[in-house]
């Protein structure tokens, strides 16, 4: 699978939004893929996921604790993540399923059934 | 037999020698430098997973916030020591059933980040969270620790 990642975006409200990007590993399965991308903070309400062609992004808001108390020491980036992968034709995309874990989207990705191998019978 | 070629006495031969002389002082300190300086943070000697630490600090108390994505929080250790906050972990990779891993960003093993808090805190009252791949351990200062108004009688 390749990976393609753009910085800013135009999105509908008119101003361009920044992101980072997350951590991604992707595993091969029987049947298609297996994408693990690390959102911590987000919610599932903060996860916007959608398909275009053979585009995929996945978009995480965070929403982070409230602490209280003043930041003496920071090493976190509080942007939101975005993520874009663009998959083989072979991908059926009705067939992607989401789901998040402790700050860990997994997503799966099925090939098409007319892809796989199938026997034809000489009648 | 000489295997240096005669250079010409117009060519330009001192500002090669220059190079290479300069390029052999940065390779001296190079090695003189101890290995793990350029790594910055936690002075490990080789990068691993460091997760992002962000503490905040309170009147009477200090929050450590770590992002550890797709952790179970059993797998998840913090201790105090003389001062020191230490969160560790790992990450077990998992079985392989007939996959085939294409790429891998993630990091997988062992984590470690400690941090020396300014202030002595209470061991008995340290409280942590973790929700959303968010860990916040809270810890309060030790009662002579916190700031306290002194009345001039």
């Known amino acids: ?123 | 037999m000489n295997l240096i070629r005669y250079q010409a006495p117009d060519s330009t031969p001192w500002l090669a020698l220059d190079r290479w002389s300069s390029l052999r002082d940065e390779l001296n300190s190079f090695f003189d430098m101890p290995f793990w300086s350029s790594f910055g943070r936690t002075g490990q000697l080789f990068t691993g997973w460091s997760p992002a630490l962000d503490l905040y600090e309170s009147g009477d108390h200090f929050v450590a916030v770590v992002e550890l994505p797709g952790m179970r929080k059993q797998a998840i250790d913090i201790s105090l020591h003389d001062g020191m906050l230490t969160i560790s972990g790992e990450r077990k990779r998992e079985s392989n059933n007939g996959e085939t891993a294409l790429r891998t960003e993630r990091y997988v093993g062992a984590f470690r980040r400690s941090i020396t808090l300014p202030t002595r805190v209470d061991p008995s009252k340290v409280s942590a969270t973790y929700r959303d791949g968010i860990l916040k351990v809270t810890l309060p200062k030790a009662e002579e620790a916190k700031p306290k108004q002194i009345q001039v009688s």
Not at chain 1, 31 to 58: A, C, W
Not at chain 1, 65 to 79: D, F, K, N, Y
Not at chain 1, 104 to 123: C, D, G, Q
């Open chain 1, 1 to 123: 699978m390749n990976t393609l990642t753009r910085e800013t975006r135009e999105t509908d409200r008119g101003q361009a939004e920044q992101f980072i990007t997350p951590a991604a590993s992707v595993t091969e399965i029987a049947d298609g893929y297996t994408l693990e991308i690390e959102m911590p903070g987000v919610k599932k309400d903060g996860l916007e996921i959608f398909v275009e062609n053979n585009e995929l992004t996945i978009i995480g808001r965070r929403s982070l604790p409230a602490v209280e108390g003043t930041l003496i020491h920071r090493e976190s980036v509080p942007e939101n993540f975005r993520r874009m992968f663009e998959f083989d034709p072979s991908i059926d995309a009705d067939k992607i399923s989401a789901k998040i874990d402790q700050g860990l989207v997994t997503l799966t990705l099925l090939k098409a059934e007319h892809v796989k191998p199938r026997k034809i019978t000489v009648s």
